[in-house]
């Protein structure tokens, strides 16, 4: 964090060429305040962009999509055009759903070290973690996934539509990391997503100067982008 607060990309944000509308969606045992200054950096560069009402990012998944569902409709309808969805680690995957669920709704994802192709491709600690988050559920703390989230019925749709077909004309970017050390990186390879590198932690893409960078990109106008001829000199594009 301290690198970005003297990035002069953070204290001096680019103007956007067109303004966005952008919903942030955190990660897992994460809340809103998780995205705090990538959210208020694209603010200062001329986006509008809405939190996702999480205090920590714990519920069964379904129940999770469908309230995001509802919290981007309404966003939606107040800025008169539909959004862009930038998710981190778990919150990325519900960004591809929320696509392949609402087209109408979303323009675009950016997902930042999301296990989109396989969720539960994690380190042993987050299988502990998660173990723990779903006793308390199964336990019947409200709020909270069960472990019938993993193997019951109730997350069966989110299921499909995380490995659905993927809109065709819905911008689809995946960052992810070889050094991530919290998700194998191969799992954020999604087949749909224009995959880019970066040198980060897994908790440090939220705060990371190039990581902001291709979230910007990802969000200027098409015509612009093919403007470009040489992407951000940190990322690399793989095939």
């Not at 969805?85 to 930042?112: E, H, K, N, W």
């Not at 779903?134 to 069966?156: E, F, M, N, Q, R």
């Amino acid at each position: 964090m301290r690198a970005l607060l003297r990035d002069d990309r953070f204290r001096d944000p680019p103007e956007a060429p067109e303004s966005r509308a952008v919903m942030l969606i955190p990660g897992f045992l994460t809340g809103d305040q998780s995205l705090g200054l990538l959210g208020s950096w694209l603010k200062r560069s001329g986006h509008r962009t809405r939190r996702a009402g999480m205090r920590f990012n714990v519920d069964c998944s379904e129940a999770a999509v469908r309230r995001l569902e509802r919290c981007l409709e309404r966003f939606c309808q107040e800025q008169g055009e539909s959004a862009f969805v930038v998710g981190q680690s778990r919150g990325g995957t519900f960004a591809r759903v929320l696509a392949v669920r609402r087209p109408d709704l979303v323009r675009g994802i950016v997902t930042l070290g999301s296990p989109t192709v396989d969720p539960l491709a994690v380190h042993p600690l987050v299988w502990v973690q998660g173990a723990a988050v779903a006793t308390l559920g199964s336990l019947g703390v409200p709020g909270i996934a069960s472990h019938a989230c993993v193997t019951g019925s109730c997350c069966g749709q989110f299921v499909d539509d995380l490995r659905g077909e993927f809109p065709a004309k819905t911008r689809f970017v995946a960052v992810y990391s070889r050094s991530d050390g919290i998700v194998d990186w191969r799992a954020c390879l999604d087949p749909a997503a224009r995959h880019v590198e970066v040198d980060s932690t897994h908790c440090g893409m939220s705060v990371h100067g190039e990581v902001f960078d291709v979230v910007a990109r990802a969000l200027r106008p098409r015509l612009a982008l093919k403007r470009e001829s040489v992407p951000p000199a940190a990322a690399r594009k793989v095939a």
